[in-house]
């Protein structure tokens, strides 16, 4: 994926792949970081966007779901 301005550093690369481009072997992020994160970039709080419905609170990350502090300046 990739990623420009708005708090991003610039001209970096986090994290590495095999040696056909396939599969990550270092620094993985899982998906719910990753909406943790342009979530966190937009100005919103992942844990506080939450919905209810049939009883339970629901949210984009899940019960998951970090901010990748290593890709913001």
Known sequence: MWLAG????????????????????EKKVDVRDLH???????GL???????????????LTDVAGTVVKGVLK
């Open 6 to 25: 708005g708090g991003i550093k610039g001209g970096m690369a986090h994290g590495a792949t095999d040696e056909f481009g396939w599969h990550a072997v």
């Open 36 to 42: 943790a994160t342009i979530l966190h970039l937009m």
């Open 45 to 59: 709080d992942h844990e506080k966007l939450t919905y209810r419905y049939s009883g339970r609170d629901y949210r």
